[in-house]
């Protein structure tokens, strides 16, 4: 007897509920945009959280669900060398579809064509294009060309104008402010969904206090409408979140405080635990990465205690 005659495979599968399968009948991916435009009408900003491993990734989302608040999930183009999209983009899309709220889920700071198309391949919802180390023109022109393929397949597009500071995953860069009318062009010219602005905000751990250029913001959101993002969320003092968001910024993006509850998470374990317990250890991880994100959730949603 073959196989095929042993499992009558087709009337198997399609017996199947496919949403059973995934635990839950309705599903959380969302388009990305449909987040931002949310928040902005509720007074808020959607946090977006990178991950870099299946621990963070459950501690994000056991955040969101605690919470009740929709998110955005990301993973940047620089991380790759430690968490493979081809592992990463699976568990995130995944994840996102089996959330109790909605998420979208992000390539961030994408500038590889191929890993941009593996990633929609993959189903993320969004694609955050760097076009930051272009000339502007160039910047503007190659955004809108990706943002016109992406909109054929539901995909949104978060671009970025201005140099942000800081270290992202390989030489520090200086900051450049984002220019006003330079923002304007870039909303106006490529369809973007979304725009990062650089107003003194930097990635990684900032050298002494952040300082963010409240005026070049006011001065951005008077020329465009796009929801705007602000990169390098940590770090930055819970009062300046708050006033960003009221002044038009509609998604922060936080990666290095989950990175460092990690670590943090980790090596409180393990100096607790003398014999090696990966299962412990994960669950101590997965716990500090849901504290750091609630925390970030509730300033972005205005519910939080300004002492962070
Ligand atoms: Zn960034």
């Known amino acids: 007897m073959n196989i095929d005659e042993a499992v009558p495979k087709l009337q198997f599968w399609n017996s199947l509920d496919e ?5 839950r009948n309705t599903m959380g991916l969302c388009p990305m945009k449909n987040l931002l435009l949310d928040a902005r009408a509720d007074g808020r900003a959607a946090g977006a959280f990178n991950v870099g491993s299946m621990e963070m990734l459950m501690g994000v989302v056991a955040a969101a669900e605690r919470t009740n608040t929709p998110i955005v ?17 699976p568990m995130m899309v995944q994840a996102a579809r089996n959330a109790k709220v909605d998420m979208a889920v992000q390539f961030d700071h994408g500038v ?45 597009l978060e671009a970025e104008i201005g ?3 800081g270290n992202e995953g390989g030489s520090e860069r200086r900051a450049v402010y984002t220019d006003p009318e330079e923002a304007a062009l870039m909303a106006e010219k490529s369809g973007c969904d ?11 751990h900032y050298k002494g206090k952040p300082k963010l250029n409240f005026a070049v913001l006011e001065e951005i959101r008077a020329r465009t409408d796009v929801p705007l993002v602000l990169h390098g969320g940590s770090g930055i003092p819970a009062e300046d979140f708050t006033t960003a968001i009221r002044m038009g910024v509609s998604k922060i993006n936080i990666a290095t405080v989950n990175f460092d509850a990690t670590a943090i998470g980790a090596r409180e374990y393990l100096r ?5 317990d990966y299962f412990g250890m994960n669950e101590a991880i997965v716990d500090s990465v849901r504290k750091a994100t609630i925390e970030h959730i509730k300033i972005f949603s205005n519910e939080g205690d300004v002492s962070l």
């Open 19 to 23: 949403h059973e399968c995934l635990g």
């Open 73 to 89: 999930l990301q993973i940047a183009e620089k991380r790759l060398g430690h968490s493979p999209l081809y592992l990463m983009g």
């Open 112 to 156: 590889s064509v191929g890993l941009i198309r593996q990633a929609v391949e993959l189903g993320f919802t969004s694609i955050m294009f760097d076009g930051s180390g272009l000339p502007v023109r160039e910047n503007v022109r190659r955004t809108a060309e990706l943002a016109a393929w992406l909109a054929d397949k539901g995909v949104n």
């Open 163 to 165: 140099v942000l500071g």
């Open 194 to 204: 979304a725009l990062a602005v650089a107003i003194g905000n930097a990635h990684g």
């Open 272 to 276: 607790r635990q003398e014999e090696p």
